[in-house]
């Protein structure tokens, strides 16, 4: 592979710590914390949030497994 395709097919980091990339055409930021950031659409996109789902349940009664924190 030539440098110059090289170049433009390797993400590279964003100050965030994150990797910017091109994803369909769009420019996009894999984050740390798992989400994408689209910038041109003021978007952040996350997936398999639980949301201190665990601790919901519990507090009505049902238990789930102790997989959940607060961090989650």
Not at 14 to 29: N, T
Not at 33 to 56: F, M, N, P, Q
Request: proline share 7%; with cysteine.
């Amino acid at each position: 592979m030539n440098a110059v395709l090289r170049e433009t097919l390797s993400p590279y980091r964003h100050p965030c710590g994150g990797l910017k990339v091109r994803i369909e055409g769009e420019a996009c930021v894999l984050r740390c914390s798992g989400a994408l950031w689209v910038a041109e659409h003021r978007t952040l996109i996350a997936s398999d949030l639980h949301l201190e789902k665990g601790s919901a349940f519990a507090a009505r009664g049902q238990m789930l497994p102790p997989y959940d924190s607060p961090a989650t």
